[in-house]
């Protein structure tokens, strides 16, 4: 009786370390999908990471860039407007020279460069030609403007003899040089020497001899006119030529500029297109947080997983320990309950003493399974100890 209750708790023993290993096969087998699924989200973290850094310094990049861009627009928009400032004075220089060889004054302007380069051989300066226009201006005629050249000239030109002189006006100041000249040369030097030194008698001479050169009309004496007047041309022109030059100059930098000027703006919509392109980083930002937050996640249901594996392993060993236990009670029952071959006391004594002591060796297995289930227990403790160790270091 003892043995067939003894063979059916063998029975129930081992149906529940079947179903035990099963719960602990499956148990391990999640721990072991948790863990390797920890692997693949810690790699997608460093993925995330990666992006996020990747996008946030694509983005900066593009924000510099940005500031360089509108540096280099801002100087150079200035420095076309520093450039159009130059053209626009340079062009009020040409306009007030030209004003000023159009203006009423022309004609003293004239009058003095013909003047200075008949009497005195040279082109007068522009601080000269602003202190004798004055003394036009006052009313002086031409014999009283003449004589005061000529006084107020260099000791040299004072010291030429008056045939030296008018030498120097024919062959100087007209560009003469046909043989008709002496005649001329000497008539005026012998008018020079008689003439007293007065404006009326003086100043007369060399104005008539002017006067006279610019009232021909042909032959050589026109020819003298208009290599005079061509003279003073050229150089009442060229007094207006440094301003064209610079007005050039300023026109050409403008151009530079704004050609550098339409370069920048180009640069710089360029770099606000870039910029406009550029991913926001926020949302990597959140991606990459969100793949922490996984894994985080993911390593307290791998914690959860390996206890529960560890609950599957206690409860699989605790029920394999029983089922040894109903095992040994069923192997001594067995060896107890053999019909003796001979009914003689002593053989029933002797099996009444093995199914004693098989329910010593029972109880006995039933206390080792005990004590393992405690050591299982400071296992299980040691283990979630050391968990929660690598948990905190992760």
């Given at each position: 009786?003892?043995?067939?209750?003894?063979?059916?708790?063998?029975?129930?023993?081992?149906?529940?370390?079947a179903?035990?290993?099963?719960?602990?096969?499956?148990?391990?087998?999640?721990?072991?999908?948790?863990?390797?699924?920890?692997t693949?989200?810690?790699?997608?973290?460093?993925?995330?990471?990666?992006?996020?850094e990747?996008?946030?310094?694509?983005?900066?990049?593009?924000?510099?860039?940005?500031?360089?861009?509108?540096?280099?627009?801002d100087?150079?928009?200035?420095?076309?407007?520093?450039?159009l400032?130059?053209?626009?004075?340079?062009?009020?220089?040409?306009?007030?020279?030209?004003?000023?060889?159009?203006?009423?004054?022309?004609?003293?302007?004239?009058?003095?460069?013909?003047?200075?380069?008949?009497?005195?051989?040279?082109?007068?300066?522009?601080?000269?030609?602003?202190?004798?226009?004055?003394?036009?201006?006052?009313?002086?005629?031409?014999?009283?403007?003449?004589?005061?050249?000529?006084?107020?000239?260099?000791?040299?030109?004072r010291?030429?003899?008056?045939?030296?002189?008018?030498?120097?006006?024919?062959?100087?100041?007209?560009?003469?040089?046909?043989?008709?000249?002496?005649?001329?040369?000497?008539?005026?030097?012998?008018?020079?020497?008689?003439?007293?030194?007065?404006?009326?008698?003086?100043?007369?001479?060399?104005?008539?001899?002017?006067?006279?050169?610019?009232?021909?009309?042909?032959?050589?004496?026109?020819?003298?006119?208009?290599?005079?007047?061509?003279?003073?041309?050229?150089?009442?022109?060229?007094?207006?030529?440094?301003?064209?030059q610079?007005?050039?100059?300023?026109?050409?930098?403008?151009?530079?500029?704004?050609?550098?000027?339409?370069?920048?703006?180009?640069?710089?919509?360029?770099?606000?297109?870039?910029?406009?392109?550029?991913?926001?980083?926020?949302?990597?930002k959140?991606?990459?947080?969100?793949?922490?937050?996984?894994?985080?996640?993911?390593?307290?249901?791998?914690?959860?997983?390996?206890?529960?594996?560890?609950?599957?392993?206690?409860?699989?060993?605790?029920?394999?320990?029983?089922?040894?236990?109903?095992?040994?009670?069923?192997?001594?029952?067995?060896?107890?309950?053999?019909?003796?071959?001979?009914?003689?006391?002593?053989?029933l004594n002797?099996?009444?003493?093995?199914?004693?002591?098989?329910?010593?060796?029972?109880?006995?297995?039933?206390?080792?399974?005990?004590?393992?289930?405690?050591?299982?227990?400071l296992?299980?403790?040691?283990?979630?100890?050391?968990?929660?160790?690598?948990?905190?270091l992760?």
């Amino acid at each position: 009786q003892k043995l067939t209750s003894a063979l059916n708790e063998l029975r129930e023993k081992k149906s529940a370390e079947a179903t035990a290993k099963q719960i602990k096969d499956d148990r391990d087998l999640d721990h072991n999908r948790s863990v390797g699924t920890i692997t693949q989200m810690e790699f997608m973290v460093r993925l995330k990471k990666r992006d996020w850094e990747e996008v946030s310094e694509n983005l900066s990049r593009a924000q510099r860039n940005l500031i360089a861009r509108q540096d280099e627009y801002d100087v150079a928009k200035n420095a076309s407007k520093t450039a159009l400032e130059a053209k626009e004075a340079a062009e009020r220089e040409v306009n007030a020279a030209t004003a000023a060889l159009n203006s009423g004054d022309s004609a003293y302007i004239r009058q003095i460069y013909q003047y200075f380069y008949i009497i005195l051989g040279r082109m007068p300066g522009q601080s000269e030609i602003n202190y004798w226009i004055n003394d036009l201006r006052r009313g002086d005629g031409p014999r009283v403007f003449a004589y005061n050249i000529y006084k107020g000239s260099d000791s040299y030109t004072r010291s030429l003899s008056p045939k030296d002189f008018f030498t120097r006006a024919y062959t100087r100041g007209l560009g003469r040089d046909d043989n008709l000249i002496y005649s001329g040369i000497d008539y005026w030097a012998n008018v020079m020497m008689n003439a007293s030194d007065t404006p009326d008698s003086l100043g007369g001479v060399f104005a008539n001899f002017i006067n006279g050169v610019l009232s021909e009309t042909s032959g050589y004496g026109k020819t003298g006119k208009d290599n005079l007047n061509d003279t003073v041309n050229k150089v009442i022109n060229a007094s207006v030529e440094p301003a064209r030059q610079k007005l050039k100059d300023a026109s050409d930098r403008y151009d530079q500029a704004k050609i550098y000027e339409g370069g920048a703006n180009q640069n710089l919509v360029d770099a606000k297109a870039t910029l406009a392109r550029a991913p926001d980083s926020t949302q990597a930002k959140n991606d990459y947080d969100q793949a922490v937050r996984d894994v985080e996640s993911a390593i307290r249901a791998s914690d959860d997983a390996y206890k529960a594996a560890s609950n599957a392993a206690e409860e699989y060993r605790k029920a394999s320990g029983l089922t040894q236990s109903a095992q040994d009670l069923v192997n001594a029952l067995s060896a107890a309950a053999t019909p003796p071959s001979t009914g003689t006391t002593n053989d029933l004594n002797a099996k009444l003493s093995a199914y004693n002591i098989a329910e010593g060796i029972a109880a006995e297995t039933q206390k080792r399974a005990n004590d393992a289930y405690d050591d299982l227990t400071l296992i299980r403790g040691a283990g979630d100890a050391r968990l929660k160790e690598l948990t905190q270091l992760y």
